[in-house]
């Protein structure tokens, strides 16, 4: 990956992790994992809970032109920053 126009944020404290994004200035912002993370959140949000069985059929419901391995990525990005937990198969929203 060519690190040419790329932002670099600046790295911040969440929960005693150290946090760095790299932002990809060339792709439109709705293909972008960031922006996906965040229509995911509001949507797991909305819901409080989903059962994994059908996390596929929520990617399709979000947005059916992406990719699913977009979603996965999302939801590994909302996982690491503790926004959403797995408990006895459901994705449930954190606070």
Do not use: H
């Given at each position: ?35 996906l993370s965040a229509r995911l959140l509001l949507e797991i949000k909305r819901l ?48």
């Open positions: 990956m060519l690190l040419l126009n790329v932002n670099f944020l600046i790295p911040s404290r969440i929960n005693r992790k150290v946090i760095i994004m790299l932002i990809d200035m060339d792709s439109k912002p709705s293909d972008t994992i960031l922006y409080n809970k989903v059962n994994i069985a059908s996390i596929d059929d929520l990617f399709y419901d979000i947005d059916s032109t992406q990719p699913p391995y977009k979603f996965y990525l999302s939801l590994n990005f909302l996982y690491l920053m503790d926004k959403v937990r797995i408990e006895e198969g459901e994705l449930l929203y954190v606070s």
